[in-house]
DNA sequence: TTGAAAGCGGTACCAG
DNA sequence: CTGGTACCGCTTTCAA
């Protein structure tokens, strides 16, 4: 890039020097750079403006323009965690094509704490965003109401709310839940257990509810015990979980969980208890996050395409923003079943 | 968070309306809110602003604030690619300082591609941000040096350039080097090989430096064949090299490579000449990224703290910032070595 | 087609 | 300590 420093100290050059070196008013190099269409500019005059703005090395001041045009070609990002593995491919899709449209990103990552989270919504609000991309809401999250009453056009990434409307790019997570299901009752399976991510995320809620209800649509409706939702994400928490219902006398020939590092928690515990993945037990994971096809055994799991949902999420917002708010459609995708070695046969 | 939208449309209040509500000048409304060093303002007054300012749930106008004060408490911050699994840590580490210290985190992924670097690096600048932070820059980077010069204080977050002298919170990769080597002729190693990663940043062009010279110090210079260069940072890249190198007579006992997927690349590589690892040949990784503890055979690999290196990039450019520029500093980290299962004692 | 001038929402300098 | 006011850099309406 030749940034065209043309001045040596930081003074940076605005449109007025721009005008003044094309020798035209500052209104004129205005038009002439910005491309208005109600007001044509001579190509000649545009020409010669151009090549001076290009000279000084004059870039517009996005914050003067904003403040006058009442639009801030600026999206915010909220994340709950960036050290989550879905979160990347998510802020980066998002990413993408708000840069292609010309919008900047401005991303918080609030820590999964509810104080930041406001303390960041604050921050972004005072730059006048365009719009906003929540990755972080609980299923009750008060703020997505208020704000999007509040003028903001906001889209949910990846998670959605209950009872508010809001536009939201997510995954259809019964497909996810059901091809696992399906994939474990074709090996022979029909106790299956479900280890639970917790359910203040729509995505938690919508898996719980997916398993419980397609197990009985398939004749295996689980007893109880067999459908929990651990406290957290952790292996840690899969694992304790796991150990007690392996103690139990019924106990499943096959587990899915609510995301991959659960089913690592899965694999410890029935090592732990003296039996083997997939030979005793299959384990289903949920994600498929980065390596989980090196570990042993490969996991299978349900893919989602995070990266397209943050293209879809930013698109929404785009789309609402272009359209005046008038689009408040959502869009689901579909993950698929990526089946390796942590199922096999059910034992007759 | 109480947005305290008291109005009905998106009319967002603006100071005029505080200073009205409260009964004072626009003037004082501001010092109120801003809390002017130079002119107090009557703590009763101020009260009553604030008051104001909370029952309409005003939310001052950074963009107006900029333009006049012509301070944007915004930092730019490249990214070459979100999906390469140490640049999570570093963003995160770095908004959080920066959130912390008041400033709105600008977040771009370049997607390693120079237009895009060229394009995003545009907008940042438009915004007129107070700093930047570079994760994108190739040794030879001509844009930081221009950057800086610009007047806009730069500071590069895990890589630096060779020539021009700009801030950076890097890691001492000599150190991890060492260690790694440490460890394996700890383990009777004498025929080390590094598969390393490609030389246009400074972290691989540090790495390779360090390996020959240690090598060298240690009384083992390596053969030159055992000291590879690979196009890319894939799996793929190191399993080729690395297969030539076990088909020639002299080769290693162990390798060390440059990145944790061209560690799995060297076990492929290991396997398909009928080899085992550790047993056979040693393998060191780097950047211990998530899940490399849970592969076949766990992976010894140097943790680098990324996360620290993303707090310490942004800590440095907000020193800069505030000590109006005249700090330039730059922060080294010390990665260390975590021992697992793909090394062991060479064989007799 | 171009010039003149009025602000956008704040801040900061000046006077009182 | 508070009121008045110029102005940041740009867009846009109104005239010419």
């Given at each position: ?6 001045d040596?100290a ?142 903001v056009?906001?889209?949910?990434m ?101 995301n991959?590092m ?31 096809d ?52 059910a034992?007759?």
């Open positions: 890039m030749s940034t065209g420093m043309a040596p930081g003074a940076k050059p605005t449109l007025r020097d721009v005008a003044r070196a094309a020798g035209v008013h500052l209104a004129t190099a205005s038009r002439a750079l910005s491309g208005s269409k109600t007001r044509p500019v001579n190509p000649q005059t545009a020409a010669l403006v151009r090549r001076a703005a290009a000279d000084l090395g004059y870039v517009p001041d996005q914050v003067a323009r904003s403040l006058r045009t009442h639009r801030t070609p600026a999206i915010g990002v909220l994340i709950p965690d960036m050290s989550n593995p879905v979160m990347p491919p998510l802020v980066r899709g998002a990413e993408q094509v708000l840069a292609q449209h010309g919008f900047t990103t401005l991303f918080a990552d609030t820590d999964n704490d509810p104080a930041a989270e406001t303390q960041r919504l604050r921050m972004l609000l005072s730059w006048r965003v365009a719009g906003l991309i929540l990755a972080t809401a609980r299923r009750d999250q008060p703020l997505a109401a208020e704000l999007t009453q509040s003028g056009p906001v889209v949910m990846s998670r959605k709310l209950d009872a508010t409307p809001v536009p939201s790019a997510t995954v259809d997570e019964s497909v996810g839940i059901a091809e696992a299901i399906d994939h474990l009752t074709g090996l022979g399976h029909r106790r299956i257990a479900y280890l639970g991510v917790p359910l203040w995320t729509s995505a938690g809620h919508e898996r719980h509810v997916a398993f419980t209800d397609l197990m009985r649509g398939r004749g295996l409706p689980p007893p109880p015990h067999h459908v929990v939702v651990c406290d957290g994400y952790s292996e840690r928490d899969a694992e304790v979980a796991l150990r007690a219902l392996l103690a139990a006398p019924d106990r499943p020939t096959a587990v899915l969980t609510g991959d659960m089913a690592l928690g899965c694999y410890a515990a029935i090592r732990a208890a003296g039996l083997r993945c997939p030979e005793d037990i299959s384990v289903v994971g949920y994600n498929d996050m980065p390596l989980t090196r570990v042993e055994p490969p996991l299978t799991t349900v893919r989602v395409p995070y990266y397209d949902v943050g293209r879809q999420a930013a698109g929404l917002l785009v789309d609402a923003i272009l359209d005046g708010g008038s689009a408040n459609r959502s869009i689901r995708l579909t993950p698929s079943l990526v089946v390796r070695n942590s199922t096999a046969p034992r007759p």
